[in-house]
């Protein structure tokens, strides 16, 4: 595994949360962007610098929160709706 050095941090405010992003150097020297939502739930783009990774990073990040928060909607709902039928 190629070591990596952080190059970036920032936090940016989407959909009604504050979410981290770290971009990363490895040392071949392209970049990754990455955002933990949870211990074992984490987006990841890479790039060849610093800007595209965080462009792409950026641009897909609003599509990651908004698909688990309908992911966590439907999970309610399907629990809600979970009813015994006589």
Do not use: W
């Amino acid at each position: 595994m190629l070591e990596a050095t952080l190059v970036y941090e920032s936090n940016i405010e989407l959909h009604g949360g504050l979410y981290q992003i770290k971009v990363f150097c490895r040392s071949d020297g392209r970049h990754f962007a990455k955002t933990h939502f949870g211990e074992e739930d984490i987006i990841i783009n890479d790039g060849t610098s610093l800007e595209e990774a965080l462009a792409k990073h950026e641009k897909l990040l609003p599509l990651a929160i908004k698909s688990r928060q309908v992911m966590q909607e439907f999970k309610g709902n399907t629990k809600k709706n979970k009813r015994v039928h006589f």
